[in-house]
């Protein structure tokens, strides 16, 4: 895993994130999430099943309790790990 680097503040380990190692079981409590669409809210959990990552952003896919599945988007996107599996 690669450290938080001042050239790149918007990158993929942003400095928020440095430390946070997620794994797939662990589960989440939504913080905020940047997306009008979704009935999620503040406080909605979560448990990850699938983590997908690209040179641009890495994707936190969770399965809500709620019913919904969506992704947490690392850098835009905030959670906090509730239980780690």
Excluded at 6 to 17: A, F, I, L, Q, T
Excluded at 20 to 38: A, P, Q
């Amino acid at each position: 895993m690669r450290g938080f680097d001042s050239r790149y503040p918007h990158s993929r380990w942003s400095r928020e994130n440095m430390g946070k190692i997620i794994k797939k079981g662990d589960r989440v409590e939504l913080v905020f999430i940047n997306d009008t669409m979704t009935r999620l809210k503040p406080g909605s959990q979560g448990t990850v099943f699938d983590i997908d990552e690209t040179q641009s952003e890495r994707m936190i896919w969770v399965k809500w309790d709620s019913g919904e599945t969506l992704a947490l988007i690392e850098g835009i996107d905030k959670y906090k790990i509730v239980a780690k599996n």
